[in-house]
């Protein structure tokens, strides 16, 4: 038999695995002393109680033979992508339901979806990037061109006219930088991938910090994005559904690619591999969609927000370069003294006792850079931050 030898192009482990790893190491050698994390993007509040308590009474359903569920419809239920539809309303967006595709997460749909595209295809990425979209795509084979993002364009990349694109990934707010585009440059993205008969996989799973009403929540909010444009979005960071799982994936109807719609793919794809979103999971997403669930999400949410808001003084009162903070659970600093990432990673260990996560793991463009997240406690993130300013 033969395996797939694409498997080889990859990195032997996987970035937040080698994190993990380092992580122990230095935990085993010295038991004594307390380890702060900045660095994998995993929530600490739990699940706001309008949702403990849908979760809770969808459990009980499933113990009464009169309220019992089996299998439910593969693509979501209808109740959960209606409190979807009132969401995208807030921000101005229209979704038609058969739009809707209910999930266990962003990051298994944004893997999952390129069923629908051939290998011969060209995928511009950004660089640097979540790992998940280069990976996935050197698993399958694909070409892939990166597209350079640094200081100089504040790591929000735009498109060059005369690079040829099949698949663009954008993410934004950005993961791992922080940055967010402004909807006049997603209206130039949409107007190349337009032009270029490209779709854009667009990556919102943070769009929920966003709290200006200059900045998209969703690239629907463009004009011409429906003919071009795919939107992943999770509940992981909006109502701390990491543990949970919970996410959903946007495919319009007027998305047509080679005489065939790509919606019509999608649900002939998930009807065949994929059984759905177990009820009382849904029942607890549609809960955090409500008015009283959206204001718990927000009291949550505040409280990341307002950590960022500390990482990103105490970084200013450092002097150090960086982007995110605003808008954004990310903070992307560049690593001080001329230090490579694995380098102020090892540094920041041994001498201050905080985890972050080095750049040049998203990629060639992210040497030299280092990701800090938001999602600690309040306690935590202070303390975090005033040994990194001691060590500063």
């Not at 690593?335 to 996560?357: M, N, R, Y």
């Amino acid at each position: 038999m033969k395996i797939n030898e694409n498997y080889r192009s990859l990195e032997t482990s996987y970035l937040f695995s080698q994190v993990a790893a380092k992580k122990a190491a230095y935990q085993a050698a010295h038991p004594d002393q307390r380890i702060l994390s900045l660095g994998i993007g995993d929530v600490t509040r739990p699940l706001p109680t309008p949702v403990v308590q849908a979760f809770t009474e969808a459990v009980l359903d499933q113990g009464d033979p009169s309220r019992f569920h089996g299998y439910g419809p593969e693509q979501g239920y209808d109740f959960l992508k209606e409190s979807i539809q009132q969401y995208y309303r807030r921000f101005g967006v229209e979704l038609p339901i058969d739009d809707l595709f209910i999930s266990d997460g962003a990051k298994c749909d944004l893997g999952n979806i390129l069923d629908l595209f051939d290998t011969d295809n060209t995928v511009l990425i950004p660089d640097p990037v979540y790992p998940v979209y280069r990976d996935t795509n050197q698993m399958a084979g694909r070409r892939i061109a990166y597209l350079p993002a640094g200081p100089e364009n504040g790591f929000l990349p735009m498109p060059d006219p005369d690079q040829k694109a099949d698949i663009i990934y954008l993410c934004s707010p950005n993961n791992p930088t922080g940055a967010v585009y402004t909807k006049a440059q997603l209206a130039e993205w949409v107007d190349y991938a337009n032009k270029q008969g490209a779709v854009i996989l667009f990556d919102a799973a943070y769009e929920a910090f966003v709290t200006s009403p200059e900045l998209p929540h969703s690239i629907y909010e463009i004009e011409g994005a429906r003919e071009c444009a795919i939107e992943v979005c999770s509940l992981s960071k909006t109502a701390g559904f990491t543990g949970t799982r919970c996410g959903y994936t946007v495919v319009p109807q007027e998305l047509i690619r080679g005489g065939l719609s790509l919606r019509a793919m999608w649900l002939r794809r998930q009807t065949t591999k994929f059984n759905g979103v177990s009820y009382p999971v849904q029942r607890a997403a549609a809960a955090a969609f409500s008015d009283e669930g959206m204001a718990a999400c927000q009291e949550v949410l505040s409280i990341y927000r307002s950590n960022a808001r500390l990482m990103h003084e105490a970084l200013e009162q450092a002097g150090i370069w960086h982007t995110g903070g605003i808008h954004s659970p990310y903070l992307w600093m560049k690593c001080p003294h001329g230090l490579s990432s694995w380098e102020f990673f090892d540094q920041l260990l041994e001498k201050a006792q905080v985890i972050g996560t080095p750049g040049c793991g998203f990629g060639t463009n992210g040497e030299g850079f280092f990701r800090l997240t938001a999602f600690g406690t309040p306690e935590d993130t202070a303390e975090a931050m005033e040994r990194i300013r001691k060590f500063l």
